[in-house]
T-cell receptor, first 115, second 109 residues
Framework: NAGVMQNPRHLVRRRGQEARLRCSPMKGHSHVYWYRQLPEEGLKFMVYLQKENIIDESGMPKERFSAEFPKEGPSILRIQQVVRGDSAAYFC?????????????FGSGTRLTVV | RKEVEQDPGPFNVPEGATVAFNCTYSNSASQSFFWYRQDCRKEPKLLMSVYSSGNEDGRFTAQLNRASQYISLLIRDSKLSDSATYLCVVSYSNYQLIWGAGTKLIIKP
């Protein structure tokens, strides 16, 4: 499967623990986008990264959330000290360039449940 | 006011019927428009882009009205497999998508 790969598919964390979500872009893609979907809502933009650079993190909560896309390996979305309100589906998409004219292909998502 | 607004539904439609959804957006600078489909607990999948001249893909027709800032999706001869949530998406930057909350469609046999 050469698509966008996300893992884990499901993640359960207790309040106060850390959550690490991984996204491997499609082969040849160097742009990664993270979105969050709360129940019964549309997706909300979180962050746009290129290899080793954060281009736009305007959708990221100011505290506890961070993202990286290292030179080697997957992009990581990290949530520290999780709270119940962090429970959501987190989707990532990738592209070879920063244009939306053709839409995006998303990974299957990580469903985070905070108990 | 939400940037992209959709009727949440659900729309309960008999198989074979025609169904239409509308979506309005608030930013007149929006440049790109899409309809995505999302099945329960799955990722959204691109259904079609929406062009100013309108476009058709099989049983699906999308229209864009820039003056009134709304987008429509028409599904003809609906199938049971069309049951899903349909998400209206706009973009006014090179990379950031703005999503509606979706319209739920249920096709009944």
């Amino acid at each position: 499967n050469a698509g966008v790969m996300q893992n884990p598919r499901h993640l359960v964390r207790r309040r106060g623990q850390e959550a690490r979500l991984r996204c491997s872009p499609m082969k040849g893609h160097s742009h990664v986008y993270w979105y969050r979907q709360l129940p019964e809502e549309g997706l909300k933009f979180m962050v746009y990264l290129q290899k080793e650079n954060i281009i736009d993190e305007s959708g990221m909560p100011k505290e506890r959330f961070s993202a990286e896309f290292p030179k080697e390996g997957p992009s990581i979305l990290r949530i520290q000290q999780v709270v119940r309100g962090d429970s959501a589906a987190y989707f990532c998409a990738s592209s070879s360039r920063d244009e939306t004219n053709y839409g995006y292909t998303f990974g299957s998502g990580t469903r985070l449940t905070v108990v | 006011r939400k940037e992209v607004e959709q009727d949440p539904g659900p729309f309960n439609v008999p198989e074979g019927a025609t169904v239409a959804f509308n979506c309005t957006y608030s930013n007149s600078a929006s440049q790109s428009f899409f309809w995505y489909r999302q099945d329960c607990r799955k990722e959204p999948k691109l259904l079609m882009s929406v062009y100013s001249s309108g476009n058709e893909d099989g049983r699906f027709t999308a229209q864009l009205n820039r003056a009134s800032q709304y987008i429509s999706l028409l599904i003809r001869d609906s199938k049971l497999s069309d049951s899903a949530t349909y998400l209206c998406v706009v973009s006014y930057s090179n990379y950031q998508l703005i999503w509606g909350a979706g319209t739920k469609l249920i096709i009944k046999p």
